[in-house]
């Protein structure tokens, strides 16, 4: 993998929740237009090191990190880096669908309105194309103007993701997007996924190993070896790879349920 | 701690299960060898009628690999062992099939008079196939590499005799044709089953180390 093909390159993370060192030294490059699955027990690190890819941490009290986030050529953790346009590059989409109290057309507008963009035509091609993107178009066309606090939870996951998709974002990060919706809704993310793959780099967390080996081309393995420990990188690879013929041991442990 | 244990459980069945349909195919392959040393078509029928054992072997393994893939969705070591068990049973049933073939040759070949050479090489070749498939299967159990790759050096000999029958015949020309052309298939029969051990181990090579090998 040539350096150019990355889309992101963590260089030594570590961070620390006070004095607690929560993830260790962690490198890990993270692919352009491709899905890369951060899999690991429970406590392993693997939504903190999420967190610290749009600087979502930042927002908790205490929260120190050590090593870089290269975005692009350049470090986010570089003072004076503008987060607010960080956040725009690299949304979220978080384990619990979480739309605004507001209507459906309102959740999709409402970044490109923070954005300035004011003119009606353009939000209403930016709404109809977002909900498109996210395949949720043809279910919501009629009922613009309904909240989107009504639809379904698979259906509030996917608008989520099209409120992520409106501020066209380069990279999308998942935090186990699937855990609160029902299989079907799963699979419906996960074909979202992998057409969103086109135009978009995305990192998602799971706890549901076979979720990452459905849809991801990437897998990174954390784990906490002793409790108290930091959370550390024991293996990345192809997806393909880690699934079939893990190099390490405890990656091996883990995905065949030899250890919890 | 452990956290599959029921499939895990599952697993070492299947596993074992391989483990009882080798020894039934091996033991096929001796009775297959001491119907011909006497010339026995009787022997021979009751290897022919015996065969149901090991296709019940396999459908049962295949069943149950099936089954462990649709509902379990086996990663790593798990995945590779069950593709690979289902694999050897395939083998195995096929070693079975070459020894009803050889048998069906036994029966035809009743009132024909075996000449020593022939018998003694033959002896040579049942042999080295009983030990290979015996071979196979322990580096199977003991996921030995090294024994899995020796697999294709004894396969050497094998096919080294079984070419002496073709070349040596023109000149035992008193010989029967029948009785010629049907001693030189079951050579072909027993090499086949000397080949299927050898598949056995390049099996073993992929379970152990997940690298697709071809032995030559």
Same mark, same amino acid.
């Given at each position: 993998?040539?350096?150019?093909?990355?889309?992101?390159?963590?260089?030594?993370?570590?961070?620390?929740?006070?004095?607690?060192?929560?993830?260790?030294?962690?490198?890990?490059?993270?692919?352009?237009?491709?899905?890369?699955?951060?899999?690991?027990?429970?406590?392993?690190?693997?939504?903190?090191?999420?967190?610290?890819?749009?600087?979502?941490?930042?927002?908790?009290?205490?929260?120190?990190?050590?090593?870089?986030?290269?975005?692009?050529?350049?470090?986010?953790?570089?003072?004076?880096?503008?987060?607010?346009?960080?956040?725009?590059?690299?949304?979220?989409?978080?384990?619990?669908?979480?739309?605004?109290?507001?209507?459906?057309?309102?959740?999709?507008?409402?970044?490109?309105?923070?954005?300035?963009?004011?003119?009606?035509?353009?939000?209403?091609?930016?709404?109809?194309?977002?909900?498109?993107?996210?395949?949720?178009?043809?279910?919501?066309?009629?009922?613009?103007?309904?909240?989107?606090?009504?639809?379904?939870?698979?259906?509030?996951?996917?608008?989520?993701?099209?409120?992520?998709?409106?501020?066209?974002?380069?990279?999308?990060?998942?935090?186990?997007?699937?855990?609160?919706?029902?299989?079907?809704?799963?699979?419906?993310?996960?074909?979202?996924?992998?057409?969103?793959?086109?135009?978009?780099?995305?990192?998602?967390?799971?706890?549901?190993?076979?979720?990452?080996?459905?849809?991801?081309?990437?897998?990174?393995?954390?784990?906490?070896?002793?409790?108290?420990?930091?959370?550390?990188?024991?293996?990345?690879?192809?997806?393909?790879?880690?699934?079939?013929?893990?190099?390490?041991?405890?990656?091996?442990?883990?995905?065949?349920?030899?250890?919890? | 701690?452990?956290?599959?244990?029921?499939?895990?459980?599952?697993?070492?069945?299947?596993?074992?299960?391989?483990?009882?349909?080798?020894?039934?195919?091996?033991?096929?392959?001796?009775?297959?060898?001491?119907?011909?040393?006497?010339?026995?078509?009787?022997?021979?029928?009751?290897?022919?009628?015996?065969?149901?054992?090991?296709?019940?072997?396999?459908?049962?393994?295949?069943?149950?690999?099936?089954?462990?893939?649709?509902?379990?969705?086996?990663?790593?070591?798990? &995945?590779?062992? $069950? =593709?690979?068990?289902?694999?050897? @049973?395939?083998?195995? #049933? !096929?070693?079975? %099939?070459?020894? +009803?073939? *050889?048998?069906?040759?036994?029966?035809?070949?009743?009132?024909?008079?075996?000449?020593?050479?022939?018998?003694?090489?033959?002896?040579?070749?049942?042999?080295?196939?009983?030990?290979?498939?015996?071979?196979?299967?322990?580096?199977?159990?003991?996921?030995?590499?090294?024994?899995?790759?020796?697999?294709?050096?004894?396969?050497?000999?094998?096919?080294?005799?079984?070419?002496?029958?073709?070349?040596?015949?023109?000149?035992?020309?008193?010989?029967? &044709?029948?009785? $010629? =052309?049907?001693?030189?298939?079951? @050579?072909?029969?027993? #090499? !086949?089953?000397? %080949?299927?051990? +050898?598949? *056995?181990?390049?099996?073993?090579?992929?379970?152990?180390?997940?690298?697709?090998?071809?032995?030559?």
């Amino acid at each position: 993998m040539s350096a150019n093909d990355n889309k992101m390159d963590i260089n030594n993370l570590s961070m620390f929740y006070g004095d607690f060192k929560a993830i260790e030294d962690i490198s890990l490059d993270i692919p352009a237009q491709r899905i890369t699955a951060l899999i690991g027990p429970s406590g392993c690190g693997k939504s903190t090191l999420v967190r610290c890819l749009n600087r979502m941490n930042d927002l908790i009290n205490g929260v120190r990190v050590e090593g870089e986030v290269i975005l692009d050529g350049e470090n986010m953790y570089a003072p004076g880096y503008d987060t607010i346009a960080l956040r725009r590059r690299v949304g979220m989409v978080f384990q619990r669908p979480n739309p605004f109290p507001k209507s459906i057309y309102e959740n999709v507008a409402y970044g490109p309105k923070l954005g300035g963009i004011k003119k009606k035509g353009e939000l209403d091609a930016i709404v109809e194309d977002s909900l498109k993107k996210a395949a949720l178009w043809s279910e919501v066309k009629q009922n613009l103007q309904e909240s989107g606090q009504r639809l379904s939870g698979g259906q509030q996951q996917r608008l989520c993701i099209a409120r992520v998709i409106a501020v066209e974002p380069e990279v999308i990060l998942f935090d186990e997007p699937c855990s609160a919706i029902d299989p079907v809704a799963t699979q419906l993310i996960e074909d979202l996924m992998a057409e969103l793959k086109r135009n978009y780099t995305m990192v998602i967390v799971t706890h549901n190993m076979q979720q990452a080996a459905r849809v991801s081309d990437y897998t990174a393995f954390l784990l906490v070896q002793e409790q108290g420990e930091p959370g550390r990188l024991i293996e990345y690879g192809e997806t393909n790879t880690i699934f079939t013929n893990p190099e390490d041991e405890r990656t091996e442990r883990y995905i065949t349920g030899r250890f919890g | 701690m452990e956290v599959r244990k029921t499939f895990h459980e599952q697993l070492d069945e299947l596993y074992r299960d391989l483990l009882k349909m080798a020894n039934t195919s091996v033991e096929t392959i001796e009775r297959t060898r001491a119907a011909f040393a006497s010339m026995d078509a009787s022997r021979a029928s009751s290897i022919i009628d015996d065969d149901d054992v090991l296709d019940d072997f396999v459908m049962k393994i295949e069943e149950t690999g099936i089954e462990l893939l649709a509902r379990q969705a086996p990663v790593a070591i798990d &995945l590779r062992t $069950i =593709i690979v068990i289902m694999r050897v @049973a395939q083998h195995l #049933e !096929r070693v079975g %099939d070459l020894c +009803v073939n *050889i048998s069906k040759a036994i029966v035809n070949l009743d009132g024909y008079t075996v000449s020593p050479w022939i018998q003694e090489n033959m002896e040579q070749m049942f042999q080295r196939s009983v030990k290979m498939t015996v071979r196979a299967m322990e580096a199977f159990r003991e996921r030995d590499v090294a024994k899995a790759e020796e697999l294709s050096k004894m396969d050497d000999t094998v096919d080294r005799i079984n070419r002496t029958f073709l070349t040596s015949y023109n000149k035992e020309s008193e010989e029967e &044709l029948e009785l $010629i =052309i049907r001693v030189v298939m079951i @050579a072909r029969f027993i #090499e !086949r089953i000397a %080949d299927h051990a +050898v598949d *056995i181990g390049e099996n073993v090579m992929y379970m152990v180390t997940g690298e697709f090998v071809e032995f030559s």
